[in-house]
T-cell receptor
Framework: DTAVSQTPKYLVTQMGNDKSIKCEQNLGHDTMYWYKQDSKKFLKIMFSYNNKELIINETVPNRFSPKSPDKAHLNLHINSLELGDSAVYFC????????????FGPGTRLLVL | GQNIDQPTEMTATEGAIVQINCTYQTSGFNGLFWYQQHAGEAPTFLSYNVLDGLEEKGRFSSFLSRSKGYSYLLLKELQMKDSASYLCAVRDRSGYALNFGKGTSLLVTP
């Protein structure tokens, strides 16, 4: 199936741990994103890569580090996890042509204990 | 910066019509999007407006007035499955970033 996929879907971990979330899209899109959706359901952009280059880097703690090994993958590594990092993290991708709507992955539900 | 406002919650009856408003104040504008998000799921793309006027797509329509910084999403013949959060998002001048409003939670009742 053509889609944006993320792993894992659920992640429960202790404060202070380091964890990674992976994202892959097979839509042939050039641009990929990471969003954080908090408990109040507010969806906020964190990072964006276009053809493996970082183009958006919002005010995010430097414990969060994105990596794009190729334009179909965008991973998110989080160091020294804190309670406030608990949220749903969505990956998205978009085409550079036409409407350019963003298509979202299923989300990773992160709970930091 | 971006300031995007939507009502927090709305309730409507099955079969009725509902209009969800969105107002925005932005330093740059490159299109307005509406997304639907069911509880526990990812946002899905509904509609896009970049020029003034109405875009119709089946039961859903979206309107834009750039001079007023205003958009609405119109849902006709409401169905129970339309109960979801509706997110208004403005794309910035760069064309890459989408800035979302806080979403409107719509409850459709029998």
């Amino acid at each position: 199936d053509t889609a944006v996929s993320q792993t894992p879907k659920y992640l429960v971990t202790q404060m202070g741990n380091d964890k990674s979330i992976k994202c892959e899209q097979n839509l042939g899109h050039d641009t990929m994103y990471w969003y954080k959706q908090d408990s109040k359901k507010f969806l906020k952009i964190m990072f964006s890569y276009n053809n493996k280059e970082l183009i958006i880097n919002e005010t995010v703690p430097n414990r969060f580090s994105p990596k794009s090994p190729d334009k179909a993958h965008l991973n998110l590594h989080i160091n020294s996890l804190e309670l406030g990092d608990s949220a749903v993290y969505f990956c998205a991708s978009r085409s550079g042509i036409a409407v350019g709507a963003q298509y979202f992955g299923p989300g990773t539900r992160l709970l930091v204990l | 910066g971006q300031n995007i406002d939507q009502p927090t919650e709305m309730t409507a009856t099955e079969g009725a019509i509902v209009q969800i408003n969105c107002t925005y104040q932005t330093s740059g504008f490159n299109g307005l999007f509406w997304y639907q998000q069911h509880a526990g799921e990812a946002p899905t793309f509904l509609s896009y407006n970049v020029l003034d006027g109405l875009e119709e797509k089946g039961r859903f329509s979206s309107f834009l007035s750039r001079s007023k910084g205003y958009s609405y999403l119109l849902l006709k013949e409401l169905q129970m499955k339309d109960s979801a959060s509706y997110l208004c998002a403005v794309r910035d001048r760069s064309g890459y970033a989408l800035n979302f409003g806080k979403g409107t939670s719509l409850l459709v009742t029998p």
